[in-house]
Every structure is written in C-alpha cells, then in structure tokens.
T-cell receptor
C-alpha cells in the first residue's frame, strides 16, 4: 500500500512568489497535518485538517493557508515567500483525529527560496 | 519553538553497543511517539505510547512513557550500522488539537563498525 505521497519533491522559488504543495494521505486516512522542518530542528506544526475542516493551527503567519479536498488530499499554500520559508515541508496523515491514531509522514517537499 | 527537551543532541557509538536517549517536557502529554528520520526522507514511526508507565518494544527498540506524563525514553539494543539517523520524540497534548504534535530537536546517532 502506498504511504503518504507529496509533490513536488523539490522546489525553488524567489522571494515574493507563491507556492502550492500537495499531499495525498494513506488510503483510508481522513486527517492530514502539515509541518515545517528547518535544517537541524524537529518539525513544527502548521495545520491539521480533518473531514475538510481546519482543526488546528500552529504559530505561523496568515501567509500560510491550507485546504483539504473531498478525497482527503490536501494543499498547503504559502504567499509572499520569504527567505526564512526555506525548509522541508512535511505532510502527515492519520485515520482520524482521535486518541491512539498516530501520524505517518511523507518524504516532504524541499522548498528553497532564493 | 521546541517545547520538548531531547538529549543527547548526538552520540557516536560502536556497533553492538546499546543506545539510550530521552525527552522531557514542562507540560503533560497524552501520547508519546518516537520517529527516525534518514537523510532526504520523512520521519518514520518507530513506537507509539499511549499510557503513563507503558513500556513497549519493537524489535531491538524499547520505549517508555514516563509516570509523570512529562517524559519518555528510547533504548536501542545491540546497535547496527542501519541504526544511523536522527531520532525524534514527539508528544501529543491533551487538548482538542489532536493533530498538533510537538517535536524534540532530535538525537543524531552515528554507528561506527
């Protein structure tokens, strides 16, 4: 069975541009979370979506937004890119959003801002 | 920023040795998770812990959920070269934000033959 898939794997943008990252969860999983991982640090929570609704938001500016589609796939959008947005963006899925449902991660999208 | 204190930051060990790392927090968690991340890949779930005091094994890996719910440790026995990587602890807070995992900064493990 396919795990969490993310696209693209790598992306290079310049400051001020906009980017859309995509995630397909494990089949049957209805919850998707997004994380930002800066080099040398652990992932930082950005958003969680469950049944197409936002269920949690981390401490990120409004330039970051996301949505979940009826097939449970998800997009992360970042506007007005800054140099500091350079990071690995990870998507994780779980069956639901309740206790005892661990998150499984994709391999991420490496975003570089020039 | 990080709310979990993970130690050590890195460790250099010889093949066959045991490895121990831990994670502490100032707040309680309902769930502790341990992940391993290899270069260019996403974190892979190793062990999930759901109950204070719980001790769980996965092959050569053993992890425990601290009684206070504020800490957890991971042991790797008889290390082998493929144990190389960065190990992360993650806690799931007892709030309605089930998806909001908080991660430690990671422990980098290097295994020498």
């Amino acid at each position: 069975d396919a795990g969490v898939t993310q696209s693209p794997t790598h992306l290079i943008k310049t400051r001020g541009q906009h980017v859309t990252l995509r995630c397909s969860p494990i089949s049957g999983h209805k919850s998707v979370s997004w994380y930002q991982q800066v080099l040398g640090q652990g992932p930082q929570f950005i958003f969680q979506y469950y049944e197409k609704e936002e269920r949690g938001r981390g401490n990120f500016p409004d330039r970051f937004s996301a949505r979940q589609f009826p097939n449970y796939s998800s997009e992360l959008n970042v506007n007005a890119l800054l140099l500091g947005d350079s990071a690995l963006y990870l998507c994780a899925s779980s069956l639901g959003q309740g206790f005892g449902q661990p998150q499984h991660f994709g391999d991420g999208t490496r975003l570089s801002i020039l | 920023g990080q709310q979990l204190n993970q130690s050590p930051q890195s460790m250099f060990i010889q093949e066959g040795e045991d490895v121990s790392m831990n994670c502490t927090s100032s707040s309680i968690f309902n769930t502790w998770l341990w992940y391993k991340q290899d270069p260019g890949e996403g974190p892979v779930l190793l062990i999930a812990l759901y109950k204070a005091g719980e001790l769980t094994s996965n092959g050569r890996l053993t992890a425990q959920f601290g009684i206070t719910r504020k800490d957890s440790f991971l042991n790797i026995s008889a290390s082998i070269p493929s144990d190389v990587g960065i190990y992360f602890c993650a806690g799931q807070p007892p709030t309605d934000s089930w998806g909001k995992l908080q991660f430690g900064a990671g422990t980098q493990v290097v295994v020498t033959p």
